[in-house]
């Protein structure tokens, strides 16, 4: 057996619903039930509903006084796989998803002794919800903003459930988790946790 399959991980994800706690969200529903998979995989983790910190605008690690970044970004590099789930709203990324990666825009100028950014060696998957079509592009979006602050993606490391356009049912709302959305959670978790261990046990090099 590969002594990489038995690597311990950690993940985060980050939820960008509009809505902050209680509110129901299905954003949060996916990430939680693609946490689940990730921990059937021997990753343990924690999720964050980022409408319930102050999370400044800006593109920089540290926005000033009342800023929830710094905290959060001390979570996303203790951690080895970084989830970021959305709504689609009007076709695109919720407006939090955007802000997330713009303050990931900072990873661009911290580096480690050897000049590799600190996310480099880390794996980012995505999940995506809405009652409207866009889950494609909503995660090409995410995908190369991702990948532009040195996250590594595996294959399929998105993870999607759309309704009929221009209805209200809402992903939450599903008496059961449809199959083809299980299975894509599967394969997700399974893709991103096998790239996350490979990459722990062999780091990219200095460029």
């Known amino acids: 057996m590969n002594p990489a399959n038995d690597t311990p991980l950690r993940a985060v994800a980050l939820v960008c619903t509009l809505s902050p706690t209680p509110a129901r969200s299905s954003s949060q529903l996916l990430a939680e039930q693609t946490m689940a998979a990730l921990a059937e995989r021997g990753v343990s983790g924690t999720t964050v509903r980022i409408a319930d910190h102050d999370v400044k605008p800006g593109v920089k690690t540290d926005m000033g006084e009342g800023?929830?970044?710094?905290?959060?970004?001390?979570?996303?590099?203790?951690?080895?796989?970084?989830?970021?789930?959305?709504?689609?709203?009007?076709?695109?990324?919720?407006?939090?998803?955007?802000?997330?990666?713009?303050?990931?825009?900072?990873?661009?100028?911290?580096?480690?002794?050897?000049?590799?950014?600190?996310?480099?060696?880390?794996?980012?998957?995505?999940c995506v919800v809405g009652n409207e079509d866009g889950a494609h592009k909503v995660s090409a979006d995410l995908f190369q903003g991702l990948n532009d602050v040195g996250f590594s993606l595996a294959p399929n490391a998105v993870t999607y459930w759309v309704g009929e356009a221009m209805q209200r049912t809402d992903y939450q709302d599903l008496d059961k988790v449809p199959?083809?959305?299980?299975?894509?959670?599967?394969?997700?978790a399974a893709n991103t946790v096998h790239l996350a261990r490979h990459l722990k046990s062999a780091t990219y090099p200095p460029s």
């Open 67 to 126: 800023d929830a970044w710094p905290e959060i970004r001390a979570t996303i590099l203790g951690c080895d796989i970084l989830i970021l789930s959305t709504p689609v709203w009007l076709g695109h990324p919720s407006s939090l998803a955007q802000r997330v990666l713009e303050r990931l825009n900072a990873e661009l100028s911290e580096t480690d002794d050897q000049g590799r950014m600190l996310t480099y060696g880390k794996v980012a998957g995505v």
């Open 179 to 188: 199959e083809k959305t299980a299975d894509t959670t599967a394969t997700l």
